[in-house]
């Protein structure tokens, strides 16, 4: 049972490039998220999705775009890489509603230069 | 918006000393969740509270729901070194999100 897979697990990017951090779930969750780790900030909502074809911002959206075309899989894609991103980067999900635990991929973690 | 406070920051500890985590909400929640982030790991859920004065136990762990469901705390008896990382609490209020305190790191000296 793998649960919430997240790829890659580092990452060097140079300012102004983009890619795409790539998180699936085999375990039939409708809830997606993404949050970013920081020091001093706790976890921060970037993007979720509550099914496929379904998204919508969280705290700190801004440079982030995500797409849920499948229940499994929700990537999350940095456009053009700023220093700013440099950070943490946790792919979860749930079942169904806000009630229910949530699982957590094992981090990505981002350093852009 | 929905913020939800927690303290201390950091704290260190003498193994065998009690350890406590606060959490405060702007807000009233409907649930609290608490996990745990073992150093370079990622957070894992421990417990969640949902009724107002709801107190729960895991061995050594006690959480406790305040009254008007604003506040969560989570107490550690007699510390052990396997207790170190960074507790978070985290408020859901409405259907879909959770907003997570920026957490307390634990630190232990054996």
């Known amino acids: 049972n793998a649960g919430v897979t997240q790829t890659p697990k580092f990452q060097v990017l140079k300012t102004g490039q983009s890619m795409t951090l790539q998180c699936a779930q085999d375990m039939n969750h409708e809830y997606m998220s993404w949050y970013r780790q920081d020091p001093g900030m706790g976890l921060r909502l970037i993007h979720y999705?509550?099914?496929?074809?379904?998204?919508d911002q969280g705290e700190v959206p801004n440079g982030y775009n995500v797409s849920r075309s499948t229940t499994e899989d929700f990537p999350l894609r940095l456009l053009s890489a700023a220093p700013s991103q440099t950070s943490v980067y946790f792919c979860a999900s749930r079942q169904g509603g806000s009630g229910n635990t949530i699982y957590f991929g094992e981090g990505s973690w981002l350093t852009v230069v | 918006g929905q913020q939800v406070m927690q303290i201390p920051q950091y704290q260190h500890v003498q193994e065998g000393e009690d350890f406590t985590t606060y959490c405060n909400s702007s807000?009233?929640?409907?649930?609290i969740q608490w996990y745990k982030q073992r150093p370079g790991g990622h957070p894992v859920f421990l417990i969640q509270l949902v009724k107002s004065g709801e107190v729960k136990k895991q061995k050594r762990l006690t959480f406790q729901f305040g009254e008007a469901k604003k506040n969560s705390s989570l107490h550690i008896t007699a510390t052990q070194t396997t207790d170190v990382g960074t507790y978070f609490c985290a408020g859901i209020q409405g259907a879909q999100k959770l907003v997570f305190g920026q957490g307390t790191r634990l630190t232990i000296n054996p």
């Open positions: 807000t009233t929640l409907s649930n």
């Open positions: 999705s509550v099914g496929a074809g379904i998204t």
